[in-house]
């Protein structure tokens, strides 16, 4: 089967980098890293695996950043993946075979993909404390059991990603997809539980002022979730581009600011706040009261220098994204006594009072008709269209881009490249 394969090779990034100055399509395909290839299909790795055949696999941002090589080298995530790996692992599909020990999946069920190679899937019993808590991003055990190191399925040579028209899963990383459940909503249920994960993490009182930094992918769900969960709260966003500003504003922020310049912005959230803006001898304003939470869905460190500024005294940053770090100015930061917050990934919440997988309460509030989330899905491509998919996914002004999938589903033909 076809399916597209990062190669970790100095010289393929050599390459890349040397062309991509003129085109960033030298990223993608032969001698670079990235290539459309000709793999064998999954095999079941236990008895308590799947074969699910991939309907939809949406291409994340920390996808766009392997492939387009925007990251660091020494980034210390690099010696918990191992390489070559097929990439993908927002994905939605249909059980193909399942091996004799599953319990809980049946070959036609509709699934999405809980991609953590935690405890479970490398056949590691006891689990360690954080699997045995639902905190699977958080196992002890990346490096261990029967398989070899990998997060998740997209960066574990011995799994095939969803970027693929086959991929094994085990039976624990599987979730049914409700009766009325689209493949189309179904497929965000990844990047939905990075963002419920976050807010839950700092939820916003009662009437609260919570700021949206970044209006992707990930930001876009955060507002649709502040909406539905939170109502009281006052949303505000800062987006990019016009059309991620209509997004934010069609799913429920209150006020998108899309400007680039630090200074404005904090002149505008003075404004709502009613604070008085503080200017220093030299740098940019800031203020001494602001906005009760912020979810910093870049990371980066223009977003960093931004929140420490317009937070209130004592504000909680959760943290999603993740960019290239560098300096910037935080003294802030202790002065008000902010929190910094990473967030990573997804796991089991307390929610409604309940205790249930982030993904499982995605799929509760989509048939509970609580959310709808499918107009996110911006572009559509077939596998062999992915050099477009991946230029597509990093230009998005050009595009209007919010999220793109590859679609595996047959008779698509006529819709897959979606809009443009």
Same mark, same amino acid.
């Given at each position: 089967m076809k399916a597209i394969v990062f190669r970790y090779s100095l010289p393929r990034f050599a390459f890349a980098y040397l062309l991509g100055a003129f085109t960033p399509r030298a990223y993608l395909g032969a001698p670079g890293p990235v290539a459309l290839e000709e793999v064998p299909e999954?095999?079941?790795?236990?008895?308590?695996?799947?074969?699910?055949?991939t309907a939809l696999c949406g291409i994340c941002g920390s996808d766009l950043k392997e492939v387009f090589l925007e990251g660091n080298f020494d980034n210390p995530l690099t010696a918990l993946i191992s390489f070559p790996a097929v990439l993908g692992h927002e994905v939605a599909g249909t059980i193909e075979r399942v091996g004799p020990l599953v319990t809980n999946l049946q070959v036609g069920q509709r699934v999405v993909l809980n991609p953590w190679l935690s405890c479970g899937p490398r056949g590691i019993t006891p689990p360690c404390d954080a699997c045995s808590r639902g905190q699977y991003f958080s196992c002890r055990?990346?490096?261990?059991?029967?398989?070899?190191?990998?997060?998740?399925?997209? =960066?574990?040579?011995?799994?095939?990603g969803g970027f693929a028209p086959l991929l094994a899963a085990h039976q624990s990383q599987l979730f049914s997809i409700p009766d009325g459940v689209g493949f189309d909503q179904a497929v965000l249920a990844d990047p939905f539980s990075? /963002?419920?994960?976050?807010?839950?993490? /700092?939820?916003?009182a009662d009437g609260a002022l919570a700021l949206v930094y970044g209006c992707g992918t990930l930001g876009l769900l955060s507002i649709a979730i502040l909406r539905a969960l939170f109502p009281s709260a006052r949303i505000v966003a800062i987006a990019r581009y016009p059309h991620q500003e209509e997004f934010a504003r069609e799913l429920g922020a209150g006020l998108v600011i899309r400007t680039r310049d630090r200074a404005e912005i904090v002149e505008i959230i003075a404004g709502i706040v009613g604070?008085?803006?503080?200017?220093?001898? =030299?740098?940019?304003p800031w203020l001494l009261r602001g906005v009760d939470v912020i979810y910093d869905t870049i990371g980066s460190p223009e977003s960093f220098e931004i929140g420490v500024r317009v937070a209130q005294p004592r504000a909680t940053i959760v943290v999603t994204g993740v960019d290239q770090p560098a300096r910037f100015e935080w003294t802030p930061l202790y002065f008000k006594e902010i929190a910094l917050v990473g967030s990573n990934a997804f796991g089991v919440e307390n929610f409604e009072g309940e205790s249930m997988h982030a993904m499982e309460i995605y799929l509760r509030l989509l048939a509970q008709r609580r959310l709808d989330t499918a107009r996110l899905i911006t572009h559509r491509f077939r596998l062999e269209q992915y050099e477009d998919a991946f230029v597509?996914?990093?230009?998005?002004? /050009?595009?209007?881009?919010?999220?793109?999938?590859?679609?595996?589903?047959?008779?698509?033909?006529?819709r897959v490249k979606g809009k443009g």
């Open positions: 999954p095999e079941l790795p236990g008895d308590d695996w799947a074969i699910v055949r055990h990346f490096t261990d059991g029967l398989l070899p190191p990998g997060i998740h399925i997209g =960066n574990c040579r011995a799994v095939t990075v /963002s419920l994960h976050a807010i839950l993490k /700092s939820p916003p604070a008085p803006i503080l200017r220093p001898r =030299n740098g940019k597509v996914g990093r230009q998005k002004h /050009s595009h209007r881009t919010v999220k793109v999938v590859f679609d595996f589903q047959k008779g698509e033909e006529g």
